[in-house]
């Protein structure tokens, strides 16, 4: 079974500019997560996704951050505009539900840095 | 609210010694409890999980854990650590009442020669 895909790997852009990543889950995995890893600490969940509904953005900075799930497969997290405190890595995860019992799949993330 | 706690940054062992990192949890009721493992430039790799019933799980490279109630403790453990097993170990938390996982802040292990 193919793992969750996201790309890009790697950016790096200055303060105020805009990034987006890209994420393909597992083929058949309903829900669909995305963390903000900063160094040194661990993922925080930003936003949840049930098929193409938003279950959980709480912890989303809705004033720079936004994302969709169109079609309720692959998603898209965009930041725009970027600030120092944005630089992290940027984990995707799928499972086939979302409740508390689900096991993640987690993709490799995106790793961003700010200047 | 609920939380969880890894109150080792860093762990250094010899490789062939034993290993435990320690987690301990905030939470009412039951927990959904899980170890992952975070090689470098990596995602995250589920080691293994608590639902319910026996109180020590195996999970995948021999690890083992087990959920202590009365601690509110999910410690995991290892009786010969590999240098392969060098890495960031993140323990979780998943509760019936919401959607989230909540993940600890990591504990680095670093295993010599």
């Known amino acids: 079974e193919a793992g969750v895909a996201q790309s890009p790997r790697y950016k790096i852009i200055e303060k105020r500019q805009s990034v987006a990543f890209w994420c393909n889950p597992i083929?058949?995995?309903?829900?669909l997560y995305w963390y903000q890893q900063i160094l040194g600490q661990g993922p925080k969940l930003l936003i949840q996704?049930?098929?193409?509904?938003?279950?959980?953005d709480s912890q989303l900075p809705k004033d720079r951050f936004s994302a969709e799930r169109l079609k309720g497969v692959d998603s898209t997290l965009k930041i725009q505009p970027a600030k120092l405190e944005d630089s992290a890595v940027y984990l995707c995860?799928?499972?086939?539900?979302?409740?508390?019992?689900?096991?993640?799949?987690f993709g490799a993330g995106s790793r961003l840095t700010v200047l | 609210a609920q939380s969880v706690t890894q109150p080792d940054i860093h762990i250094t062992v010899s490789e062939g010694a034993s290993l435990e990192l320690r987690c301990n949890y905030s939470?009412?009721?039951?927990?959904?409890l899980f170890w992952y493992v975070q090689s470098p430039g990596q995602g995250l790799q589920l080691l293994l999980k608590?639902?319910?019933?026996?109180?020590l799980v195996q999970g995948i490279k021999g690890f083992e854990a087990e959920f202590k109630r009365s601690q509110s403790s999910f410690n995991l453990r290892k009786p010969s650590v590999h240098w392969s097993d060098a890495a960031e170990y993140f323990c979780?938390?998943?509760?019936?009442?919401?959607?989230?996982?909540?993940f600890g802040s990591g504990t680095r292990l670093l295993v010599r020669p």
């Open positions: 995860a799928s499972s086939l539900q979302g409740s508390g019992a689900n096991v993640l799949t």
């Open positions: 083929s058949g995995h309903a829900t």
């Open positions: 996704f049930q098929n193409n509904g938003v279950v959980d």
């Open positions: 939470y009412g009721a039951t927990p959904y």
């Open positions: 608590y639902f319910s019933g026996d109180t």
């Open positions: 979780a938390v998943g509760m019936d009442s919401s959607y989230k996982l909540i």
